[in-house]
């Protein structure tokens, strides 16, 4: 095998793990079909308002997200409303996704000022059954300019999207809860990804939004379990790929190896001696 059809099996073996892992890992959930230079490490550690001890002296402030939606970037029509847009927090720990005319018109307002506001939880919450806040809680508002006024009610369904720690051990299960004092908490029907830690879950109105967790079923032993699934066979797809490519490489060789060329016998009194230097 030449030289450049091994560097061509060995790039076809590279590009197979990377299939591989991309295709397993896009099938078992869709967060975590990202590329494989990104890497296949964990999300990034969350930050907390009011951290437990043992993250005192390695957490950061969690960041904000502010923008001002208008019509100069066409963001807001004061005729008909906000358009379709996508606002995280700086640290992609919250995002609001509006559908097309979710915040409404108001006569007078020329642009809307929204803001995602990481809060710490507060005392005597009112949770579901079962639930504790796992994380910060996210306080969402939306206010009309110049005319003042509070958005409370979306005119069409939108998406919020939390992160959140594991503060359960074991099998657990998340779910976004709202409110709209951030003291009593409604659980909202939820899609779970283990995997990037992150919980999603379509919203009707602003306010506070958190993630509610909780343990003891066997629904989020089984959930937890395939965020698990998720990193195993991501890695058993580059594993498999890697040993591909070595047991090609080690094949190549083998066929190259060749007896190294004899030289041909001289006669130094022969003059005509073709291999005389």
Same mark, same amino acid.
């Given at each position: 095998?030449?030289?450049?059809?091994?560097?061509?099996?060995?790039?076809?073996?590279?590009?197979?793990? *990377?299939?591989?892992?991309?295709?397993?890992?896009?099938?078992?959930?869709?967060?975590?079909?990202? @590329?494989?230079?990104?890497?296949?490490?964990?999300? @990034?550690?969350?930050?907390?308002?009011?951290?437990? @001890?043992?993250?005192?002296? %390695?957490?950061?402030?969690?960041?904000?997200?502010?923008?001002?939606?208008?019509?100069?970037?066409? /963001?807001?029509?004061?005729?008909?409303?906000?358009?379709?847009?996508?606002?995280?927090? &700086? &640290?992609?720990?919250?995002?609001?996704?509006?559908?097309?005319?979710?915040?409404?018109?108001?006569?007078?307002?020329?642009?809307?000022?929204?803001?995602?506001?990481?809060?710490?939880?507060?005392?005597?919450?009112?949770?579901?059954?079962?639930?504790?806040?796992?994380?910060?809680?996210?306080?969402?508002?939306? /206010?009309?300019?110049?005319?003042?006024?509070?958005?409370?009610?979306?005119?069409?369904?939108?998406?919020? %999207?939390?992160? *959140?720690?594991?503060?359960?051990?074991?099998?657990?299960?998340?779910?976004?809860?709202?409110?709209?004092?951030?003291?009593?908490?409604?659980?909202? /029907?939820? %899609?779970?990804?283990?995997?990037?830690?992150?919980?999603?879950?379509?919203?009707?109105?602003?306010?506070?939004?958190?993630?509610?967790?909780?343990?003891?079923?066997?629904?989020?032993?089984?959930?937890?379990?395939?965020?698990?699934?998720?990193?195993?066979?991501?890695?058993?797809?580059?594993?498999?790929?890697?040993?591909?490519?070595?047991?090609?490489?080690?094949?190549?060789?083998?066929?190259?190896?060749? @007896?190294?060329?004899?030289?041909?016998?001289?006669?130094?009194?022969?003059?005509?001696?073709?291999?005389?230097?």
């Amino acid at each position: 095998m030449s030289r450049g059809r091994r560097a061509v099996v060995l790039g076809a073996a590279v590009s197979l793990a *990377y299939v591989v892992a991309t295709v397993i890992g896009a099938r078992t959930d869709p967060f975590v079909a990202r @590329p494989i230079l990104d890497g296949i490490a964990g999300p @990034p550690l969350y930050r907390w308002v009011e951290p437990p @001890p043992a993250f005192v002296s %390695t957490n950061k402030a969690p960041a904000d997200g502010r923008f001002d939606l208008s019509a100069t970037d066409g /963001t807001y029509d004061p005729a008909t409303g906000s358009k379709a847009g996508v606002y995280p927090t &700086d &640290d992609f720990q919250a995002t609001l996704a509006l559908a097309q005319r979710a915040i409404p018109s108001r006569s007078g307002a020329s642009s809307v000022s929204l803001t995602l506001t990481p809060l710490a939880p507060g005392e005597g919450l009112q949770v579901p059954g079962g639930y504790q806040i796992a994380g910060n809680v996210v306080r969402i508002d939306a /206010t009309y300019r110049p005319t003042g006024g509070d958005v409370s009610q979306l005119a069409r369904p939108s998406l919020v %999207t939390l992160s *959140y720690p594991i503060v359960v051990q074991g099998g657990f299960s998340n779910t976004v809860m709202v409110s709209r004092d951030g003291r009593t908490w409604t659980a909202l /029907t939820s %899609t779970d990804h283990p995997g990037s830690q992150a919980v999603l879950a379509t919203v009707r109105s602003l306010g506070y939004f958190a993630v509610g967790q909780t343990s003891g079923t066997e629904t989020p032993t089984a959930v937890a379990s395939a965020g698990r699934t998720i990193d195993t066979w991501v890695v058993i797809g580059l594993v498999a790929g890697a040993l591909l490519a070595a047991v090609l490489v080690v094949l190549a060789r083998r066929r190259e190896r060749r @007896p190294p060329r004899r030289r041909p016998p001289t006669d130094d009194g022969d003059a005509f001696d073709p291999w005389r230097v």
